[in-house]
T-cell receptor, first 113, second 106 residues
Framework: NAGVTQTPKFQVLKTGQSMTLQCAQDMNHNSMYWYRQDPGMGLRLIYYSASEGTTDKGEVPNGYNVSRLNKREFSLRLESAAPSQTSVYFC????????????FGSGTRLTVV | DQQVKQNSPSLSVQEGRISILNCDYTNSMFDYFLWYKKYPAEGPTFLISISSIKDKNEDGRFTVFLNKSAKHLSLHIVPSQPGDSAVYFCADDMRFGAGTRLTVKP
């Protein structure tokens, strides 16, 4: 049972480069999320998708775009990477009912130089 | 403006004793509050939740208390074990606190 799979696990980008972080879940969850974790800041929501075909901005959406490709996959794109986007990125999914919590992937550690 | 606040960045307790992790929130509209646990190099894992209509929820060694008038919740771990050493986040659905690093000493 894979749960939430994120690729890649590590990435180094140069300023201005673009890349897409991939996320897939096999639990038939309706909702998917992208967070970034920075020291002392906790987890901050970038974008989320409450259901297939919908996406909404979270707390820190600037510099990112997302695509809910199908029910399983939710990708995060950095069009022009900046050093401020150096962070650990987590994808999560849920049934959409708050009491069950989210299932997180193991994260992508991104460094922008 | 952080909606969910964990004011203690770290906590150290002795094995077998109680660990109490605290969280304050500003928005009372959410139906549930949740706690997650995170080990290094792993994603957070859901630990326990509490409905906003309850004041206590218990699951084994973990108990969460909700004080609605104070907009405060706490996670109690009894007895604490070295394997509980991790970062704990509280959350109101999609918003997370900054986390508290718990260290349980043998």
């Amino acid at each position: 049972n894979a749960g939430v799979t994120q690729t890649p696990k590590f990435q180094v980008l140069k300023t201005g480069q673009s890349m897409t972080l991939q996320c897939a879940q096999d639990m038939n969850h309706n909702s998917m999320y992208w967070y970034r974790q920075d020291p002392g800041m906790g987890l901050r929501l970038i974008y989320y998708s409450a259901s297939e075909g919908t996406t909404d901005k979270g707390e820190v959406p600037n510099g990112y775009n997302v695509s809910r490709l199908n029910k399983r996959e939710f990708s995060l794109r950095l069009e022009s990477a900046a050093p401020s986007q150096t962070s650990v990125y987590f994808c999560a999914s849920s049934y959409g009912q708050a009491s069950y919590g989210y299932t997180f992937g193991s994260g992508t550690r991104l460094t922008v130089v | 403006d952080q909606q969910v606040k964990q004011n203690s960045p770290s906590l150290s307790v002795q094995e077998g004793r109680i660990s109490i992790l605290n969280c304050d929130y500003t928005n009372s509209m959410f139906d549930y509050f949740l706690w997650y646990k995170k080990y290094p190099a792993e994603g957070p894992t859901f630990l326990i939740s509490i409905s906003s209509i309850k004041d206590k929820n218990e699951d084994g060694r973990f108990t969460v208390f909700l004080n609605k008038s104070a907009k405060h919740l706490s996670l109690h771990i009894v007895p604490s074990q070295p394997g509980d050493s991790a970062v704990y986040f509280c959350a109101d659905d999609m918003r997370f606190g900054a986390g508290t690093r718990l260290t349980v000493k043998p």
